[in-house]
T-cell receptor, first 114, second 111 residues
């Protein structure tokens, strides 16, 4: 299994500012995934972060808005830049453990932009 | 386009009855299928995984897979109020560890 520590758990931010979300995994993983989940909605993949290479972004998400770092096999950050109220959402990091054949999630970051 | 479809619900089931949740997927070569449960304000957690055609049972939960029909379902027997949650269907279509997620079905168990 994999245990993911994600922080902050929640934040209220002013529009125009940036927030960096951190995820620490207790084991080495090749890929980490960053999702956004609007209230009552399913998971929307933002990007896939591989160690040592640039993140791969899904349609509708760009690096300038959601820069991602992946400095090693246990850690990643997602920054939400130049925030607007439309960025208010829950952000989740996730890893897939091939050994456990299961996806694990961090606790989520509830972001409110005012 | 790779898609996973679920009825968003809500699905309301009396306590003690069987809840049946359904999911269809677009990619015929998909190999791995998962059901996750998500309580409000919490992260998704794995309920069942299934890889072969047929049924897989774990306690009150049974996952059913029909690859020919591209259909996977989750049955919850003796439904309890604690089963009230959103159930997400996820499919690994490329065997690259990137899951494709359904929209989720909100299940309400009425006491």
């Amino acid at each position: 299994s994999a245990v993911i520590s994600q922080k902050p758990s929640r934040d209220i931010c002013q529009r125009g500012t940036s927030l960096t979300i951190q995820c620490q995994v207790d084991s080495q993983v090749t890929m980490m995934f960053w999702y956004r989940q609007q209230p009552g909605q399913s998971l929307t993949l933002i990007a896939t972060a591989n160690q040592g290479s640039e993140a791969t972004y899904e349609s509708g998400f760009v690096i300038d808005k959601f820069p991602i770092s992946r400095p090693n096999l246990t850690f990643s950050t997602l920054t939400v830049s130049n925030m607007s109220p439309e960025d208010s959402s829950i952000y989740l990091c996730s890893v897939y453990s091939s050994g456990a054949a299961e996806a694990f999630f961090g606790q989520g970051t509830r972001l409110t932009v005012v | 386009q790779k898609e996973v479809e679920q009825n968003s619900g809500p699905l309301s089931v009396p306590e003690g009855a069987i809840a049946s949740l359904n999911c269809t997927y677009s990619d015929r070569v998909s190999q791995s299928f998962f059901w996750y449960r998500q309580y409000s304000g919490k992260s998704p957690e794995l309920i069942m995984s299934i890889y072969s055609n047929g049924d897989k049972e774990d306690g009150r939960f049974t996952a059913q897979l029909n690859k020919a029909s591209q259909y996977v379902s989750l049955l919850i027997r003796d439904s309890q109020p604690s089963d009230s949650a959103t159930y997400l269907c996820a499919v690994d279509m490329d065997s690259n560890y990137q899951l494709i997620w359904g929209a989720g079905t909100k299940l309400i168990i009425k006491p």
